[in-house]
C-alpha cells in the first residue's frame, strides 16, 4: 500500500499536519500505535499561546470551535511556600493571552475535523527503512506495510522514525513527575480545592515542587516533581498505589497539609512520568522524503512550549508543503530551517521551569513573576 503522506503519531503534532493538509487539498494518512482514541488518558491543561500554539490553531481553520473549549478562570494561578502561605497571586482577567483548554478535548477536535478513515489505530511500527529516491517503507507489528513518498515522525520521545536522520537519543533530565488526581474536590477535597484556587498552584522547595491545576469539573490534577535518579523511582512499587503514595508524599514531611493531601488523598493510583530531553539545538543533515515534528524532533523538559511548538510544527510543515506543490524537498528545507531556528535556543517556558529548582525556589518564582 503507498500514500502520499504518512504521519506516524496521531499526537497534537501529527493531526494538526494532517488538518492543515486537508484544508489544501493534500491527502494524509496517519498511523498510531494505540487501538482507538480513548485508550489511554490524554494529559491534563494546556495554556495554549498567542505566539505559537494559537498560530496553529488558526491554520487549522478551527479557531471558534477551539475558542469553545477554553476554561474560564484557569489562567488564573498562585505560588504558596510549603506552610500553604500565598506568595504571589495573579487572578484571570482574560488578557493572559493563554487559554486553558483540556488536551484530550483539543486532539478530539483535531480528530473529528478529519476525513473518515485519516487515521489508522492499533498500527504500532517496527521498522522504518529507505527504498532510495525519496521513498521509505513503513512497517507494522501486524505484519501489514506501507510505502510513502513523504514521512512525517510525530512519533514522540521514543521516534522510530528518527533514527533515519539522527542518533540522538533522549536521556533522563534528572527529574520525574508523579501525577495524582481529585475529582470533585469542591466537595470532597475542600481544603487543596481553596489552596489551588481557580487556576494552577505551585508550591516549591529545593529538589521538589508541587503543582496542581484545576481542570473541568472540579478536577485537581497533581504533578509533583521530584529530582532524583531512576534508581530511585525503580525501587518504588508503582503497583502497590499506597505504598508509592506514602513513599511519595514521604518527600513533603512537615508541608502543609493541604498541599500534600494533593499525594495522599489521590483518587487514582500515582503515576510516574519519566523526564527526558534531546540535546538542544540538535540539526540533522537533509534526507529526502522525510522529517520529524514535535517530540519526534526536538524533545525537551515540560516549559509550557511543548504541545505549542509541536502544533506549530505541524501547521508549519503543512503550509510549506501547500506552498511548494511538486517540490517536496523545497518544502521540507524551508520547514526545517524554521523549525531549527526556533528551537535553537531555551524558552521563556525553561526559565520558569529552573526556577522550580534554584537556591530559593519560591521567591525567585516570585521575582520572575514581577
Known sequence: MSTPVTIIGAGLAGLTLARVLHRHGFPAAVYEAEPSPTARAQGGMLDIHDYNGQLAVEATGLMDEFRGLALEGRQAMRILDQNAAVLFEKADDGTGGRPEVQRGELRRLLLDSLPPGTVRWGRKVSDVRGLGESRHE????????TVTSLLVGADGAWSRVRPLLSDAMPEYTGESFVETWLYDADERHPAAAKAVGGGSLTATAESRSINAHRERGATLHTYVILTKPQDW????????????????????????????????????????????????????????????????????????????NAMLDGAELGRAIAAHPGDVEAALSEFEMAMFTRNATPTDGSEFFLHLFGDNPPQELVDLFF
Do not use: K, Q
Not at 513503513?138 to 506495510?145: E, K, N, P
Not at 508541608?255 to 493531601?261: D, G, I
Open 138 to 145: 513503513v512497517a507494522f507489528t501486524d505484519g501489514t506495510t
Open 233 to 308: 523511582f525503580a525501587a518504588i512499587d508503582f503497583t502497590d498505589a499506597a505504598a508509592a503514595t506514602a513513599r511519595i508524599a514521604g518527600e513533603f514531611d512537615g508541608w502543609a497539609p493541604e498541599l500534600t493531601s494533593l499525594i495522599t488523598d489521590g483518587d487514582t493510583p500515582p503515576v510516574l512520568r519519566p523526564l527526558f530531553t534531546l540535546p538542544i539545538g540538535r540539526r540533522w543533515d537533509r534526507l529526502p522524503g522525510v522529517t520529524l515534528i514535535g517530540d519526534a524532533a526536538h524533545l525537551a523538559p515540560p516549559d509550557g512550549e511543548g504541545a505549542n
